[in-house]
C-alpha cells in the first residue's frame, strides 16, 4: 500500500451519526467498530462475521487486511498510536450481506438494485459524481468513461458496415451479380 491516506467521514442514512473510513489503494477502509457502526450491530457480531468470511475463504486475509497506524485513546495513558486492522470494500460488502440487522437490510436493497442494473443494462453510472468531476479514490474516472464509450461507438460503426456490406451483396446478386 502506498503512504497516501485520504480519511472520509461517511453520513449514515437517517442521520444517524457518521463512520470514518480512510481512502488507500482505490478502495474504500474502515475497522470493525466503523463496520458494526455501519450495519448496526455490535462488534462482536462483525468479528465472527469476517472470522467465518476468511474461514469458508470467501475472501483472504491478506488481501482485505491492512495494519494502519491510527491515534487510539487508552484513558490515563491518552492518545498513543496504534497499528490497527482495517478491512477493505470487498470485506465490508461481504460483511453487509451477512449481517440481520435494518441498516444491513437497506445495505442490500441498495447493493441489489445497483447489481440489478448492471445486469439488465450491462453499465451502472454514478451520474451525480460524473457530472461534479468527484474524485473518490483519488482519480477521475470520466476519461476511462470516455475511451470506452469510443471504443463501443467503434465496433457499432463495423457493426452497421457489415450490415450494409451483406445489404449490398443481396442487392447485386439479386440483378445477377456472382458476389461471394
Known amino acids: 500500500m502506498s503512504n497516501e491516506i485520504q480519511f472520509l467521514l461517511y453520513n449514515l442514512p437517517d442521520k444517524e451519526g457518521r463512520v470514518q473510513v480512510v481512502i488507500k489503494?482505490?478502495?474504500?477502509?474502515?475497522?470493525?467498530?466503523?463496520?458494526a457502526e455501519l450495519f448496526g450491530i455490535d462488534k462482536s457480531g462483525i468479528s465472527r462475521h469476517i472470522a467465518n468470511i476468511f474461514k469458508e475463504e470467501e475472501l483472504q486475509q491478506d488481501t482485505t487486511v491492512a495494519k494502519i497506524a491510527t491515534v487510539v485513546n487508552r484513558g490515563i495513558r491518552g492518545e498513543v498510536e496504534e497499528l490497527v486492522d482495517f478491512y477493505n470494500l470487498d470485506m465490508i460488502i461481504a460483511v453487509g450481506y451477512r449481517v440481520s440487522s435494518p441498516k444491513a437490510t437497506k445495505f442490500r436493497q441498495w447493493a441489489t438494485k445497483i447489481l440489478n442494473e448492471y445486469i439488465k443494462k450491462g453499465f451502472v453510472l454514478d451520474d451525480e459524481r460524473l457530472k461534479q468531476g468527484?474524485?473518490?479514490?483519488?482519480?477521475?474516472?470520466?476519461?476511462?468513461?470516455?475511451?470506452?464509450?469510443r471504443s463501443i461507438r467503434a465496433s457499432e460503426r463495423r457493426i452497421w458496415q457489415q450490415i450494409t456490406d451483406r445489404t449490398i451483396c443481396r442487392k447485386m446478386k439479386s440483378v445477377g451479380w456472382n458476389v461471394q
Request: charge should be negative.
Open 25 to 35: 489503494d482505490e478502495t474504500i477502509w474502515c475497522t470493525q467498530k466503523a463496520m
Open 134 to 149: 468527484t474524485a473518490v479514490f483519488g482519480k477521475d474516472y470520466f476519461r476511462e468513461l470516455l475511451e470506452r464509450v
